[in-house]
């Protein structure tokens, strides 16, 4: 399986985003997609997460309302359109690939892209 991320960039406070992650080689156990960020001396934190099949999705309190996770699954991608987009946004945003719908948390995925930066000027 592999992901590759691309999308990020500088933008500033309060415009818009959008991230895709391409992915190739789905197997039976990367039933969800996730992104997840991480900013320069913090922990990786979970952004969101959507199912394959159905397009069920959760997001962590920090983003729920301004960022959406979509999927096309003919095109095996899945998309973060980040909107209202503040400073604290700022970080490299992974995508990650594995079998547990829902999950929240870098041990609930098993594959993950490269990264990609995202910066929101104040």
């Known amino acids: 399986v592999q992901l590759q991320a691309s999308g990020g960039g500088l933008v500033q406070a309060g415009g818009s985003l959008r991230l895709s992650c391409a992915v190739s080689?789905?197997?039976?156990?990367?039933?969800?997609m996730g992104w997840f960020r991480q900013a320069p001396g913090k922990e990786r934190e979970f952004v969101a997460t959507?199912?394959?099949?159905?397009?069920?999705?959760s997001y962590s309190d920090s983003v729920k309302g301004r960022f959406t996770i979509s999927r096309d699954n003919a095109k095996n991608t899945v998309y973060l359109q980040m909107n209202s987009l503040k400073p604290q946004d700022t970080a490299v945003y992974y995508c990650?690939?594995?079998?547990?719908?829902?999950?929240?948390?870098?041990?609930?995925?098993?594959?993950w892209g490269q990264g990609t930066q995202v910066t929101v000027s104040s």
């Open positions: 990650a690939a594995g079998p547990l719908v829902h999950g929240a948390y870098v041990e609930d995925y098993d594959y």
């Open positions: 080689g789905r197997t039976f156990n990367t039933n969800a």
């Open positions: 959507i199912a394959w099949s159905g397009g069920s999705t």
